[in-house]
């Protein structure tokens, strides 16, 4: 994992016996954007409460600053920026004609504060956040042949450039977009070349998508190269499933999405996977919103997440295990 000029950003509440020792753990400013806590937050505060809560990096937020001045705000705060987020316009017929200009202004984002890595999605359509959770079954709008074609030309080239630049590019499939469901996350695979395109595993939008994110860290390997570490909350999905919403959006308001070790997510199981290839990338945890304060949500991530690395530490070698069966 690579360190910026202003140095290791790594002093935090890490214990020598945690498994996961050359990975990074970063949170994602969403949480504090979506709260409906009426604080207000804007950059600086939330900055202070990633330091605060033990975090070593962040995502980019809408309202950070950019640039050196971005820089100085994490190097002061002994933070990085771990990756910058690039979601693409598409339709069906797949990425829109500005899509690479789009990617492109992300990456500049990116390298001008000295960040980690370019996170490139499909963007969200409300044809597919109708579907979102439930994308597999018959009329679910798709992208096209021809739109698989056009979206690995965007995804090579983006990956090109931020290559020429030292930064990997992930792919993140993502509930409620065109690349939600297995069947799309292995076309997506196959259409792009491994060795350009890495995949960011969104644990949380993986279970949604119906696929097993334990199963796929295995499976996968070190394609694998940046994970979302979101957790699933049990009722909320199995309402999502039956049809009780009417799409993603309003599942996520009613909290599909929740703290770090309380949903459906086999967290053990996925750090073991991790564990055992050697993992040295970020680990970022995840929440799009919470019923309470956000600053809790995301101190009670991090908790969880220490608590784990701490038990496979202590386990040794771990033995994998699968996700928790959803009704």
Not at 137 to 152: Q, V
Not at 239 to 246: E, Q
Request: net charge negative; hydrophobic share 40%; glycine share 12%.
């Amino acid at each position: 994992m690579a360190v910026t000029a202003d140095g290791d950003a790594r002093g935090r509440p890490r214990e020598d016996r945690d498994a996961l020792p050359h990975a990074s753990i970063g949170t994602v400013p969403i949480l504090w954007y979506n709260a409906d806590d009426g604080a207000g937050w804007h950059a600086a505060t939330i900055l202070d409460e990633i330091a605060r809560l033990g975090y070593e990096g962040t995502q980019l937020g809408h309202d950070f600053p950019r640039g050196d001045e971005l820089r100085r705000a994490l190097s002061g705060r002994r933070l990085r920026l771990a990756e910058v987020y690039a979601a693409l316009p598409c339709t069906v017929d797949g990425p829109s004609a500005d899509a690479l200009d789009v990617a492109r202004t992300s990456l500049h984002e990116l390298h001008d504060a000295r960040g980690d890595v370019l996170c490139v999605a499909v963007d969200g359509s409300a044809d597919r956040d109708a579907a979102g959770g439930r994308a597999d079954r018959p009329g679910t709008a798709a992208f096209t042949e021809a739109a698989w074609d056009t979206l690995a030309g965007v995804l090579h080239a983006i990956s090109d450039e931020a290559a020429a630049l030292g930064h990997p590019t992930v792919f993140h499939p993502h509930a409620g977009t065109y690349v939600e469901t297995p069947v799309e996350i292995e076309r997506l695979l196959a259409t792009t070349d491994a060795d350009r395109v890495g995949v960011c595993l969104d644990t949380g939008h993986h279970i949604v998508g119906g696929a097993d994110p334990v199963a796929d860290l295995r499976r996968l390997g070190d394609r694998v190269r940046h994970v979302h570490l979101k957790d699933v909350d049990h009722a909320v999905l199995s309402a999502l499933h039956a049809g009780r919403y009417a799409g993603l959006e309003e599942a996520v308001r009613d909290g599909l999405f929740t703290e770090l070790g309380a949903g459906v997510l086999d967290l053990d199981g996925a750090l073991a996977i991790l564990a055992a290839r050697e993992y040295d990338g970020w680990l970022m945890v995840e929440q799009d919103r919470s019923v309470g304060p956000p600053s809790e949500a995301a101190a009670t991530g991090r908790r969880a997440l220490g608590a784990a690395l701490r038990r496979l530490g202590e386990n040794g070698a771990s033995r994998p295990q699968t996700m928790r069966t959803v009704a």
